[in-house]
Antibody
């Protein structure tokens, strides 16, 4: 079955970096666009970043542009999120999510999420 | 990148109908038919309930339906059941600049 498994979350100090990974299985990973979405404790969903199926285009929310980098390795069926210059407001559960299409349309599958806590 | 506007809460008794609105702008909900709805239980990942305004993924009960008029999309839950008590979020494609936006979320309670 379709599965997305995030890893790499944890506690990190403000200003430091963290890299999240998302291992995909059960579908043709290289045929789908992929998103990162986050949810701060007790808050709503916030879209973070998107990458086309072929890596040719990447998009970011204003709140993370210039600090976060989305990437993917289609040979390894893995999605990444490199997070630099982390701030307290980046504290959230980060979800890896699959788009229905090669480019952006709708998210149809979500991972279970990984918690990132930015605190000194 | 402003969030789409949803009412904070909605409620109904078992068997009743609840409708949740999702208001955006012409640049997101209005111009594109890529509006989705997600159900989220506490501590769990969201689940897709409606995509492309009106389409229902396999396995989603037909009690859930979607629609759109102008810059406002709606999710209707008919024949409300206890298991429908959850948070619901809309989302929309917002064009090449802002790309993707979520709604503020609505907590549905079954009385």
């Amino acid at each position: 079955q379709v599965q997305l498994v995030e890893s790499g979350g944890g506690v990190v100090q403000p200003g430091r970096s963290l890299r999240l990974s998302c291992a995909a299985s059960g579908f043709a990973f290289s045929s789908h666009g992929m998103h990162w979405v986050r949810q701060a404790p007790g808050k709503g969903l916030e879209w973070v970043a998107f990458i086309w199926y072929d890596v040719s285009n990447k998009y970011y929310a204003d709140s993370v542009r210039g600090r976060f980098t989305i990437s993917r390795d289609n040979s390894m069926n893995t999605l990444y999120l490199q997070m630099n210059s982390l701030r307290a407001e980046d504290t959230a559960v980060y979800y890896c999510a699959r788009d229905l299409a090669p480019v952006v349309t709708s998210i149809d599958t979500w991972g279970q999420g990984t918690l990132v806590t930015v605190s000194s | 990148q402003s969030a789409l506007t949803q009412p904070p809460s909605a409620s109904g008794s078992p068997g009743q109908t609840v409708t949740i609105s999702c208001t955006g702008t012409r640049r997101d909900v209005g111009d594109y038919n890529y509006v989705s709805w997600y159900q989220q239980y506490p501590g769990q990942a969201p689940k897709l309930m409606i995509y492309e305004v009106t389409k229902r993924p396999s396995g989603v009960p037909d009690r859930f339906s979607g629609s759109k008029s102008g810059n406002t999309a709606s999710l209707t839950v008919s024949g409300l059941q206890a298991e429908d008590e959850a948070d619901y979020y809309c989302s929309a494609y917002a064009g090449a600049n802002n790309l993707y936006v979520f709604g503020t979320g609505t907590k549905v309670s079954v009385l």
